[in-house]
């Protein structure tokens, strides 16, 4: 990749991209750093960058030097121009990662009030804000996004910090992390990290991530699958509303639900033959029972637990869903969603209600069981 950094202060630069591994990466040639100077694109023989802005008094850069510079950068080839200004979209990973399928980004460092306007309309394809705060000039964020982006290139990030580690891997903050020694001025590292048992280790990391998310991010929890987090398994009950579910239709249902991580789909069938018929075709993901309460027998037996069991059946009032997920991580439980049949149903047992999924159109809401499972499902343990 090459990123091209338009600032009047190159010196700001070099150290960054000659240290730690983004140096590493420009020596192995996965990444190129170069730096243009509107200086040395300006008009006139005074080489003036800035001048007074119209109707505030403060200082802007000029147009007609930056636009020379991004010409300059782009040669013959294309390339996607960036300007860092607290005016631009916020900068997260999921940004970060679609940058990174750039072969060249140019990144225009502006300085006092901000760059001539008709700069931006002429040649800036994304205005990126690395934060809601004040910098001095746009170098700081030019490196904040290259050294972000520069990361997502294989090879420039070795095995010993693998991306699956990372904060933001799965949508969640990381674990704490400890080394030697493992007593440091009274302060011991958690047992269990030099116990030596992985399982246990594993088990730790998560509830430490989903324990700090939970308390200091509670809006990325939004748009995380939580599933890795849980400590127990994850059901689905499906009470079908008048007419069955063909034993087809509902084995499909169980492979989508078995893709979100669900353990099992209980299926609600009163009658006993086609209780028996639908057992007999719709295939292993799939357990067909004749009562709600016998589904969660079934689950209390499987798991050894009491379980946290969350209502949809599509009727006003009820929990928000981002809210439901946040008490579903806090849990210890093991999940258990209930898809149709109505307010009476469970009645007397503890459960938690969701809100109804409304479309945008009039407001209806998802009345059909099997849809509002799948919406429901991508919600909690969906990528975003
Ligand atoms: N995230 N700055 C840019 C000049 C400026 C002023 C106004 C455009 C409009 C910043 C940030 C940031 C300070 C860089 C002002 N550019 N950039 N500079 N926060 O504060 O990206």
Not at 138 to 160: H, K, N, S, W
Not at 276 to 305: C, F, N, P, Y
């Amino acid at each position: 990749m090459l990123v091209t950094v338009v600032t009047a202060f190159p010196e700001l630069l070099e150290p960054f991209s000659r240290s730690g591994v983004i140096g590493k990466a420009v020596e192995k040639g996965i990444l190129e750093i170069r730096c243009i100077n509107p200086r040395n694109y300006t008009e006139g023989t005074y080489g003036q960058i800035d001048d007074y802005a119209y109707g505030s008094g403060g200082m802007v850069l000029m147009a007609e030097p930056l636009a020379r510079s991004v010409y300059a950068a782009k040669g013959e080839g294309p390339a996607t121009v960036l300007y860092p200004g607290p005016q631009g979209i916020p900068l997260d990973q999921h940004l970060v990662e679609s940058l990174a399928v750039n072969e060249h980004l140019v990144i225009v460092c502006g300085r006092y009030e901000g760059v001539d306007e008709r700069f931006v309309e002429e040649c800036v394809d994304l205005e990126i804000s690395i934060g809601d705060y004040v910098l001095t000039g746009g170098e700081l964020p030019a490196m904040v996004i290259v050294d972000a982006v520069a990361r997502m290139i294989p090879g420039v990030v070795g095995q010993e910090s693998a991306v699956e580690e990372d904060s933001f891997f799965r949508g969640m903050l990381d674990t704490p992390h400890y080394t030697r020694p493992a007593s440091w001025r009274g302060r011991e590292v958690p047992g269990v990290l030099t116990g030596g048992d992985h399982e246990a280790i594993r088990s730790w990391r998560r509830a430490q991530s989903a324990a700090r998310t939970s308390g200091r991010r509670p809006d990325i929890i939004v748009g995380a699958n939580i599933g890795p987090y849980l400590d127990k398994g994850v059901y689905v009950i499906l009470v079908p509303a008048t007419e069955a579910i063909p034993a087809a239709e509902l084995s499909e249902m169980a492979e989508a639900c078995f893709t979100f991580g669900c353990r099992k789909l209980l299926c609600v069938v009163r009658g006993g033959s086609e209780r028996k018929s639908l057992q007999a075709h719709a295939g292993d993901r799939v357990k067909a029972v004749s009562t709600m309460e016998s589904a969660l027998a079934w689950i209390r037996k499987r798991e050894k637990a009491e379980m946290l069991t969350i209502v949809s059946v599509g009727e006003a009032g009820g929990i928000h869903w981002a809210e439901m997920k946040r008490r579903a991580l806090d849990s210890d439980r093991p999940l258990v969603f209930v898809f149709g049949g109505n307010e009476t149903i469970l009645a007397g047992t503890e459960k938690e209600v969701l809100g109804p999924i409304r479309g945008g159109k009039g407001d209806v809401s998802l009345s059909n069981a099997r849809d509002a499972a799948v919406v429901i499902l991508d919600r909690f343990f969906g990528w975003r």
